[in-house]
């Protein structure tokens, strides 16, 4: 900033060590400056995900067709979720692990409802960097572990859809749900 | 800006005296690409690329703008506008074909521009702004292109998206809301689409932008040469027009020839054809593959598959494939050698072509599917990336002995053709 000498500076700065010129300098580019700090929160959040975006609604899913040891794909905000009904041999080899060898130690029963352990809702958002992980449809690739596999980078899960080997840090997400009836769930 | 013995522009016609006395736009493209602008004598055909990548900007500036008048940037038309462009609008498969094929040219001959500075030492100095405002242009290379392969809306265009911005979501605590900030939901949509394509038209502009910051910063020492060695005097330097504009006219035909037959006779062979089925949220498919110009870096994203100490994988993969090439800003300080061509170089000759060796390498695995033995191949290959920048280039700086330097341009010419013709020497031109 250009600063001015004045030859009665003394005058300027009314006895002290800021000079008034000075002052007024701080204070216009300080106050400019806070004017486009508030210029840019608008041109930044615009950006951010949409009323209708986010008013995307729950999602209900109807349980009663799911046999054991099928899944099906559906969506929950825009993103895929899988329902599966696991079978009594898939429930006991994921209960075979150790949490404290894992990754991301979790039990089935802390990703799953009480007394309802059969039932696995995870989204289908590979947690490394989102892709589907094959294994919800019939006859595909379900990976090392029998549970999913995702073919971008070869993130094996298993039955209780935890991440056991590959480059994915963290189990399938379990969203949030609840049991309507005794076959029906709403996620979100 | 120039050498003294640069040759000065003098209009002869009155209009040109007054356009130059009112507006000197002739005088700068005279002194920038003309014959007011001296270049050393011994340029190779290396020396062409440079040309070759701001031709390739404007073919893709013109068949870009060219496909935006019948694009829809909105998730439920824009797979049917591109198709529609291909089979309904005149000539509207070769826009297409060229701007797809165009960014893969424009590639070629960047990353053979980017080798030619490595391999001659022009990031040195005085020359280090020119290397790091053309890294800049790289980098927004890298996000027009990506932009640009979403906006078919085809199953590698969301694929795609949804990878690349999952790498944001690696970072902790703000990788999230900054990977939906930068989509404008949970995944992909409308919102992406829609900012990916205003973004896709802008970028192009910028980079047109920076090219003239990088040749304004290349003008002021001047192009380098083969030898390394600085013009010294006007014997060692030609005027640019008429020799560069011939030598680069002769280069644009062939860039052309090459071009056109790719364009011509196998206009899919770089394409996905995953990316001729429409973008379905609910099925990946089985083999996500970027273009082909990412597949180096890709291989070093997929190449860490193991935590280390508390840092996950998925992190350090961002992580070294964002530093595999912020590391090359470094460059004119990791390698302290003073001397800058390769020629003169026996050591860092070797190590320059296993470094070329390594990259084509981890190209090839990041195209491949993420099975063994690609993922190791890629961690090895990775770490050799790395140390070639980080320990072998600054050790073959100190412990190498350069081969002796001509003492000038004109002499390392005339010598040459001295030995060519299998007679001493002419005299010097003086
Ligand atoms: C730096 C220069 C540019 C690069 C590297 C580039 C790259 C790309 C790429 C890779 C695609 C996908 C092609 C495909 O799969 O078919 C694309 C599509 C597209 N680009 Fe560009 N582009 C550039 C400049 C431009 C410009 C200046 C415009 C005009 C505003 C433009 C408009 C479009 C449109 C409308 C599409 C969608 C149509 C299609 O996919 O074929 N591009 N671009
Ligand atoms: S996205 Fe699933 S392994 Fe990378």
């Known amino acids: 900033m250009a600063s001015v000498e004045h030859s009665d500076g003394q005058s300027l700065s009314g006895g002290e060590g800021v000079r008034r010129r000075d002052f007024i300098n701080i204070a216009a580019v300080s106050f400019a400056g806070v004017g486009a700090v508030v210029v840019a929160l608008p041109l930044i959040d615009q950006m951010n995900p949409s009323a209708d975006v986010l008013a995307l609604a729950s999602t209900e899913v109807d349980l009663s067709a799911i046999q054991p040891g099928q899944a099906i794909k559906t969506t929950f905000r825009s993103q895929p979720l899988f329902v599966r009904q696991l079978t009594p041999a898939e429930i006991a080899e994921a209960d075979k692990v150790d949490p404290s060898t894992l990754r991301d130690p979790q039990t089935l029963e802390e990703r799953t409802v009480d007394g309802k352990k059969q039932w696995l809702i995870t989204m289908g958002v590979c947690t490394h960097l989102g892709c589907v992980p094959l294994g919800a449809g019939e006859g595909e690739n379900r990976g090392e572990f029998g549970g999913y596999f995702c073919p971008c980078h070869g993130s094996s899960y298993d039955t209780a859809a935890r991440i056991r080997k590959g480059p994915a840090p963290k189990n399938l997400e379990v969203p949030k749900f609840s049991f309507t009836s005794d076959t029906a769930i709403l996620v979100g | ?430």
Not at chain 2, 33 to 44: E, F, M, T
Not at chain 2, 122 to 138: D, N, T
Not at chain 2, 149 to 171: D, H
Not at chain 2, 245 to 274: C, E, M, R, S, W
């Open chain 2, 1 to 430: 800006m120039s050498f003294p013995w640069a040759e000065h522009y003098t209009p002869k016609h009155p209009l040109m005296q007054w356009v130059d006395e009112k507006l000197p736009l002739p005088r700068l493209v005279y002194n920038a690409i003309g014959a007011g602008y001296p270049v050393p004598r011994n340029l190779n055909y290396f020396w062409n690329f440079g040309v070759l990548a701001g031709v390739a900007l404007v073919i893709q500036i013109v068949t870009g703008v060219i496909m935006a008048m019948h694009y829809g940037a909105n998730d439920l038309v824009a797979f049917s506008t591109v198709e529609q462009t291909m089979r309904d609008v005149n000539a509207g498969w070769l826009m297409r074909y060229a701007h797809a094929n165009g960014a893969s040219f424009f590639f070629i001959v960047v990353y053979l521009h980017i080798f030619r500075g490595l391999y001659f030492g022009s990031y040195k100095a005085p020359r280090e702004m020119v290397w790091l405002l053309g890294l800049v242009i790289f980098l927004l290379m890298m996000a027009t292109a990506f932009m640009g392969y979403v906006l078919p809306w085809g199953q590698m265009s969301y694929w795609g998206a949804k990878v690349i911005t999952g790498l944001f979501g690696a970072i902790p605590v703000v990788g999230e809301p900054i990977q939906t900030w930068l989509l404008g939901g949970f995944a992909p949509g409308n919102a992406s689409l829609n900012r990916f394509f205003s973004l896709h038209f802008l970028l192009p502009f910028v980079i047109a932008g920076v090219i003239i910051l990088h040749i304004w910063a290349l003008h002021i020492p001047g192009s380098s040469n083969p030898t390394g060695v600085e013009v010294q005097g006007p014997q060692d330097t030609v005027p640019f027009h008429p020799y560069y504009t011939a030598k680069d006219g002769f280069g644009v035909g062939v860039f052309l020839i090459l071009f056109t037959a790719v364009l011509f006779f196998a206009p899919n062979y770089l394409g996905h054809p995953d990316n001729y089925i429409e973008a379905n949220p609910l099925s990946t498919p089985a083999h996500i593959v970027p273009e082909w110009y990412f597949w180096p870096f890709y291989a070093i994203l997929r190449a860490f598959t193991v935590d280390f100490f508390f840092v996950p994988a998925k992190l350090l993969g961002v992580l070294a494939m964002f530093a595999s090439i912020l590391l090359l800003f470094f460059l004119p300080w990791l390698d302290t050698s003073p001397v800058r061509s390769g020629h003169y170089r026996p050591m860092f000759r070797k190590f320059f072509w296993i470094l070329i060796i390594d990259v084509l390498v981890l190209g090839y695995c990041g195209g491949a599917p993420a099975e063994e033995p690609y993922v190791m191949i890629s961690q090895l290959f990775a770490g050799y990336y790395f140390a070639h920048f980080l320990i072998i280039l600054p050790l073959i700086a100190r412990f190498e002995k350069p081969l002796p330097l001509p003492g000038s341009i004109t002499e390392s010419v005339l010598a040459k053709y001295a030995k060519a013709d299998g007679e001493t020497a002419a005299v010097p031109a003086e």
